[in-house]
């Protein structure tokens, strides 16, 4: 147990040490690659995170319902 807890903290080290010589070294490429991470993230955050919303067949029929009762009620609401 202790064995593992050192080498996630030694793991974490060697991350942190090389994340920093990353951005000192190379800031212009990262910099440079920046806009382009952002324009291939919105894609790829749509297709993976858009299955959340849930089905979509339903939507158009909920839809349909709440005009037709507007419809029915001549857009008041009684309450």
Request: net charge positive; glycine share 10%; proline share 4%.
């Amino acid at each position: 147990m202790v064995n593992h807890c050192l080498r996630a903290i030694l793991l974490c080290a060697i991350l942190a040490i090389l994340g920093f010589f990353l951005l000192t070294e190379h800031r212009a490429h990262l910099f440079g690659a920046l806009p382009y991470v952002f324009l291939l993230a919105c894609p790829l955050l749509h297709l993976f995170l858009h299955g959340r919303h849930g089905d979509h067949v339903a939507e158009p029929q909920h839809g349909k319902k709440q005009a037709s009762s507007q419809d029915n009620t001549g857009g008041h609401s009684h309450g």
